[in-house]
């Protein structure tokens, strides 16, 4: 994955690795084929890379699955035991498809769906919700829509259930929804059913751009829903240049007010956030400091030795499209699906301009990750740990328990879900109301009903690992 200096994570992190001391004992490992070497090339890189490198045990196990012992090795969070600990680092069996999600590609049919348990067995999935669907995409041509209900979720002939749910959403092919209605509490069955068949998508993860104008003032919204450069696989950050075309569009608009619907967005690119960052901070140029990192005591000499100083520094860029300069603040939809680099702007901005957040408490994660796998290709393992931890130019990073709104506005399954852009939509109206003054209609409850607090899964929180952000080493 290339960014807009053309960096590329996983080269780059594994060609640094070879200067460092951790990192020797690979060229003794002639072959890794069994689960033990592939845990002592495991353990060189967590020893190296991890945040919190001082606390892996002094003598793991290494007759685990590589998975179980990724996992023994990590310091995890609890609330009581370990309130610093560790929520968001992975390992995947496969990583070229980790960093083809990480640049938004993937399995999917297109509709990001949310399931619930049933309210009669805790085994069984009760029903489900459509977050949004991907333009063009098999469940679009389908007719699936955001908002739509489903009571039953069959998948490769497999009715979708507690148990089986990671294993079908992840690899299974042939979809068949049998639409609900919401009535009572519950899912009732309709006689409709659709079918979509899952493909590999890169998604456009910016997935709606509008200006509205009332009363002087010119408002543009955008829907943002992965921070991504560059599609998997590709040399431009098309991305990017997208985005900048969109801004370009909102400032010959001469927009005053910005909405950035960030609600269904669990992170992504470095270079993505600080493009994105540089578009809309008031003031800024490109000695302005937008984030510092700080890594572990073991590689931050050796980091600072071969890039210098300004490595643990993202400045914002010059763009000639930034519109802050017009703003006052900026709006931003929140739920607790947003995540990582959604967070990072909130943060990253929060030194330069008022940022007013509408809808959910986010996620929490003032961290970043870095991909690891292994150069010789001696076993496709990939591993996304935390590798460093995220501060503002004002040097606030205190953000673990998430981002709380300055207005909460729930999405519930008791409020039937608009199309993006329509005014109708509640976290959007409120928005609106906001900057206007006035709302097209009443806002929907800010509770969740007792469904609601059933959720299962949610596809959109498998997306960049769950809650990724992702850094591009020179």
């Keep these: 994955m290339k960014d807009l200096a053309s960096k590329t994570t996983a080269i780059a992190a594994l060609a640094l690795l070879a200067l460092l001391p951790a990192c020797k004992r690979n060229e003794d490992v002639k072959a890794l084929d069994t689960d033990v070497a592939i845990n002592e090339w495991i353990t060189d890189q967590m020893r190296t890379w991890y945040y919190w490198n001082d606390k892996i045990p002094a003598t793991p196990n290494t007759n685990q699955t590589p998975d179980k012992f ?3 090795l990590i310091y995890r969070f609890d609330a009581t035991l370990r309130p610093d600990g560790d929520r968001f680092s992975w390992i995947q069996t496969n990583a070229d498809e ?5 640049a938004g590609e993937r399995k999917t049919t297109g509709a990001e769906i949310l399931g619930y348990r049933s309210k009669t067995d805790n085994t069984q999935i009760g029903g489900g919700r459509v977050h949004y669907v991907l333009p063009n995409s098999p469940a679009a041509r389908a007719g699936l829509k955001r908002g ?4 039953k979720l069959m998948i490769d002939g497999q009715t979708l259930n507690v148990a089986n749910y990671g294993t079908l959403l992840s690899s299974g092919t042939n979809y068949v929804f049998t639409m609900a209605k919401y009535e009572n509490g519950d899912f009732v069955a309709t006689t409709e059913t659709k079918s979509a068949t899952a493909q590999n998508i890169q998604e456009d993860p910016l997935h709606l751009d509008s200006v509205y104008v009332k009363n002087g003032k010119k408002i543009g919204y955008l829907v943002y829903n992965q921070f991504v450069s560059t599609p998997s696989g590709g040399s431009t950050p098309t991305f990017n240049n997208k985005m900048d075309a969109i801004f ?5 608009a001469n927009i005053n007010e910005l909405v950035l619907d960030l609600r269904y967005n669990r992170g992504g690119s470095s270079t993505a956030s600080t493009n994105l960052g540089s578009l809309i901070a008031k003031g800024v140029n490109a000695q302005k400091v937008f984030v510092r990192r700080e890594w572990n005591k073991t590689v931050t000499p050796e980091l600072k030795k071969q890039y210098g100083e300004g490595f643990f520094f993202d400045y914002f860029l010059d763009k000639p499209q930034n519109v802050g300069g017009n703003l006052s603040r900026v709006y931003i939809l929140t739920s607790t699906r947003s995540a990582s680099a ?11 301009m008022d940022v007013f957040l509408i809808g959910d408490i986010t996620a929490g994660k003032n961290s970043g990750s870095i991909t690891l796998r292994d150069d010789k290709k001696r076993h496709n393992w990939g591993l996304q740990p935390i590798v460093a931890k995220n501060f503002n130019s004002d040097g606030k990073s205190d953000f673990t328990a998430g981002f709380r ?5 729930v999405e519930t ?3 039937p879900l608009y199309a993006f852009g329509d005014l109708r939509d509640p976290l959007l109206q409120e928005a609106y109301f906001q900057i206007t003054g006035g709302r097209t209609a009443r806002r929907a409850a800010t509770e969740p009903t007792a469904a609601d607090q059933r959720e299962v899964f949610s596809t959109i929180d498998g997306k960049a690992g769950g809650g990724s952000y992702f850094i591009e080493l020179p």
């Design 342 to 352: 959604s967070e990072l702007i909130i943060n990253g901005l929060k030194p330069y």
């Design 98 to 102: 980790l960093q083809a999600s990480l």
């Design 248 to 252: 370009a569009k909102f400032k010959a």
């Design 70 to 72: 990724f996992e023994s």
């Design 413 to 415: 399954l008791a409020n």
């Design 405 to 409: 709104p300055n207005v909460s506005v």
């Design 148 to 151: 739509d209900l489903f009571a």
